[in-house]
């Protein structure tokens, strides 16, 4: 299980919800969304990045895991710096708009010369939060 712990938190603005934007899913839970992505064979690819910051655009504390591996490859998690983006729309985002923040990157890579459909499930919980559950179905090229 990778484990990765975030001090800010955002994904794509269609998931937007009243407090954060989450990705994961676990088997026994429904999931929270679940998401189509293309990758090519072999080859590192973007998945989703996850970020958060609080109303005074300090850091919101995130941790994130990988609760199961596609079966075809692997997802990593990979800390990195972003910058709040204009059309967030949590809280103030307005003041905090174009300041620099951690984000987690999900990154994945198929098998060399696997072709076909791949899928994992990821976890993100915000203290006191409940923990938010997404799934990623994956088509390698």
């Excluded at 990778?2 to 937007?16: D, E, H, I, K, V």
């Excluded at 972003?82 to 951690?102: D, E, F, L, T, Y």
């Excluded at 198929?110 to 990821?122: A, I, K, T």
Aim: with cysteine; glycine share 8%; charged share 25%.
């Amino acid at each position: 299980m990778n484990r990765c712990r975030l001090n800010l938190f955002y994904a794509l603005p269609a998931l937007l919800t009243a407090f954060l934007i989450v990705a994961g899913i676990s088997p026994a839970m429904a999931a929270d969304g679940e998401y189509d992505r293309t990758a090519p064979s072999g080859e590192i690819q973007w998945m989703d990045e996850y970020s958060g910051w609080n109303n005074d655009c300090s850091f919101l504390e995130i941790a994130v895991d990988v609760i199961e591996q596609p079966a075809h490859g692997e997802v990593f998690p990979r800390p990195e710096i972003k910058r709040i983006p204009k059309k967030a729309v949590r809280g103030n985002s307005g003041v905090c708009a174009g300041r620099k923040m951690k984000a987690l990157v999900l990154y994945y890579t198929s098998e060399p010369g696997y072709r076909g459909q791949d899928r994992f499930q990821v976890r993100m919980k915000v203290r006191g939060q409940d923990p938010a559950f997404f799934i990623y179905n994956v088509t390698v090229e």
